[in-house]
Every structure is written in C-alpha cells, then in structure tokens.
C-alpha cells in the first residue's frame, strides 16, 4: 500500500484508519504505536511523507488526513498499558548506553527493554523529549503529550539520567556498557555571519531561541521581526514571535515558493495568522545604529535557469527591511565536540560520523546512531524508524550475529 510505504516506519495506515471507522482508538492506538511508537505525537506534528503518495490524490484534490486520524487515536483511546508487551523480570545481562533523551533513543529502549535489556538514556537537560521538547512550539505539541508517549517508555524500566550530558564517548566507552546508541539529534543551528552580527543582542539562532522560548528564559520578542529562513523552523519561530509581542512578523527566505522546505500544513496556519512571506530576498547586513539593531539590508533577486536546470540568481535591487529583531532559521548541524577524534571513530567532511545506512553502526564496533546525529537533519518519524533499525542492530550486535542478516526494508 503506497502510504504504508510512504511511512519510514510503515505504519499499517489503512488498518487503523478501519479500527478508527469501527470505533475501536485504543486498537487503532497500539497498532500505530507497533511502528511508529509515538501516535499522539506524530499525529500533531508529523511530516506525513505518507500523505502525498496517498492514493486518494489521484481520484481527488486531497489526501486522506492520515496524520490527523492517527490522533483522533491519540486522543480518544482509552488506558493502553496493559497491552503493552511484558517486560521480563529477569534480565538477560546486556546494557545499553542510549545518550538523548528524544525520539530515536526511546524508541530504541521501547524495543529493547520487552526482550530483557537494561537501559541507561542521558540526557543533557532537565526533560525528555530532547529536540521536540525544546524546538516545537507547545501551541502545536502540548509537554502532556510528550510526557504520557514518553513516560509509559520510563515506566516500563528505562533508567532514566535527566541533567546529565555526557561529555566524553572515551569515558563512555571504558564503562560497562555492551554497546551504545547516540540520539543527541542535529542540536546545532546554522550562523549568518554577515556585518553588525555581533554589534546587537537582538539577532538570534532560530532553534536556540526555540529552546529559550519552550523552557521560558525569553517570553518576549521586538515588535518587528524578521525570520530569517524558509523552513518548518522558521515557521514555528514566526507563530511563536507572534505570541512573545510580535506585531509585524516577516518570513524572508531567498528563493522562490517551490524552493521553501516548509510543508505546506506548516507555511498555511502561519499565514493564516498574518505573517509576512517576502520571496526571493538574500540577507547582506544587519543595520544597527548606536548598539541598537534597526534593520537588515536583502539583495533583491531574480532567478535564471539554464538547460540543465541549474539556478543562478542575479540581484535587481537592494532595500532595507526595519525591523527589532532578527531570527535566523536557516538550517542546523550536527555538533560532536564530546566525541574524542582519537578512538578510532570515522567523520565525514561535515564533521560528522560515518554511519552505515543499514546498520547505523559507526566506524567503532558497538556504537550506534540515529535519528538526526546519523545523517543530519531530517524528521520525527525518520527517527524512529531509525530507532527501530539500530535496535535490531543493538541485539544482534549483542548477540554475536551479523548485522546485516536482517529482512529486506519494508
Ligand atoms: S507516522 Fe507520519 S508518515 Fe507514518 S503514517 Fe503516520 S503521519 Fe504518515
């Protein structure tokens, strides 16, 4: 079935939309939670790569509401935790180290703990949830939702290390652990150093902002703000300046509509709600006058094509753009200042390491990553199927078994 395929973790999304249509959430909840763990999550906040393959879209404009339905689930299901898998009481000796407290290492605990392992997940802050905690507005995801789909993982036996970052993979690696997952995702967003960036405190990293914003050490915003930006972070950033005091909210992203990676059910409620959408606009500077930021000057661009479809762009015109405050939403990176360059572990170019796409083993035997520490930037849901795939690694790994006798994707 196309959505079903379309799902990284392959969800059976027509089976539980038949128990939905027979009244039947909770069944419906724990048939979504069989693959995807995170029903109530997910159906707030996923990115639905299952919807655009959906095969309602050839018949009709749009596609069945697969993401909404699966919280309808989430919402109407009654108490599920006796149909939860047992966990044994008598363990079967192996320890896992999972370093992130976010989707992909609970997914990986939710996994592991029914067949018998022992769980530690660090994490540097003082919840779980790790980036969908701190980076997603709680307007679109409430922390109840995140704390019911994230404690029935801890009460079924994770140990759980909140306020504790892990500062040396060294150190790790010389515990007890038979092998270690990373889920510390992509914490690291991207800079625009461009003239005046360090003349003013009023220009911002979209996801550190976020991060302020969710835990309240910011509760307000200038009055004029430009995001910086043309993704779903840029988006949450404007709701969000909107409710911090925000009173003219301006998207300025480079390119064109069709270049912008912001879904369209993230770009709608925000323009819904006023915000400004400038295309085709390249930040040059940051105007502060006096230590106080008063603007930011854009090349205005016009875009070419040539034959093999490559873009160039050529600027017509430059203006300046008043604002108070400046969000830059721009993309993130993978940051691991905490993993030694001397035990043997491979990195890319990008400073980040080398994984195998199948296995999500690094270059050091045992040690494991996932979600958006693996392969950069990408979704809630790509994480946990990444979760997934790195626990069956994790046991075989443990097992002595080869990791890459496993069942064909899919
Ligand atoms: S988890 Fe996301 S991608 Fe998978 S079926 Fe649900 S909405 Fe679609």
Request: glycine letters at 8%; proline letters at 6%.
């Amino acid at each position: 079935v196309d959505c079903q395929w379309g799902c990284p973790a392959h969800t059976d999304v027509p089976g539980y939309i038949r128990l939905i249509a027979q009244g039947k959430y909770t069944e419906s909840y724990m048939l979504n939670r069989e693959s995807n763990v995170f029903p109530g999550i997910l159906g707030r906040v996923c990115d639905r790569p299952c919807e655009p393959v959906c095969r309602r879209v050839r018949v009709e404009d749009e596609p069945v509401a697969i993401c909404r339905l699966k919280r309808v689930a989430g919402d109407l299901k009654d108490d599920f935790k006796d149909l939860l898998p047992p966990i044994p009481e008598k363990k079967n000796g192996k320890k896992i180290a999972c370093i992130g407290a976010g989707c992909a290492s609970f997914t990986v605990a939710n996994d592991l703990l029914p067949l018998g392992y022992e769980i530690d997940i660090f994490e540097s802050l003082h919840e779980t949830g790790g980036l969908i905690r701190s980076n997603i507005p709680k307007f679109r995801l409430p922390p109840s939702v995140i704390d019911e789909e994230f404690d029935v993982i801890v009460e079924q036996g994770a140990n759980l290390h909140l306020n504790h970052p892990i500062e040396s993979m060294k150190d790790l690696l010389e515990q007890e652990y038979d092998a270690i997952f990373v889920g510390t995702g992509a914490p690291k967003g991207r800079e625009l150093d461009l003239p005046g960036r360090y003349e003013t405190d009023q220009i911002f990293v979209g996801i550190a902002w976020l991060e302020s914003v969710a835990f309240e050490h910011i509760d307000s915003v200038g009055e004029r703000v430009i995001i910086v930006g043309g993704g779903n972070t840029a988006m949450d950033c404007c709701r969000s300046s909107l409710r911090l005091g925000g009173k003219d909210v301006k998207v300025i992203y480079r390119g064109s509509r069709d270049r912008m990676k912001s879904s369209d059910w993230e770009l709608e409620p925000a323009l819904e709600e006023d915000i400004d959408l400038i295309l085709n606009h390249s930040p040059e500077e940051y105007v502060v006058e006096k230590g106080k930021l008063v603007g930011m000057r854009f090349a205005e661009l016009e875009w070419d094509q040539d034959d093999d479809g490559r873009l160039t762009s050529k600027k017509i015109n430059e203006v300046i753009i008043p604002c108070d405050t400046v969000i830059l939403a721009i993309g993130q990176e993978n940051s691991f200042p905490w993993v030694e360059r001397d035990i043997g572990m491979e990195f890319d170019q990008w400073e980040v390491p080398v994984v195998d796409p199948v296995t999500y083993e690094s270059t050091v035997k045992g040690v494991f990553f996932g979600g958006d520490s693996a392969f950069g930037p990408k979704n809630i849901i790509e994480a946990v199927e990444h979760g997934h795939q790195a626990a069956i690694s994790i046991d075989k790994y443990c097992h002595a078994k080869p990791l890459t006798d496993r069942l064909d994707y899919g």
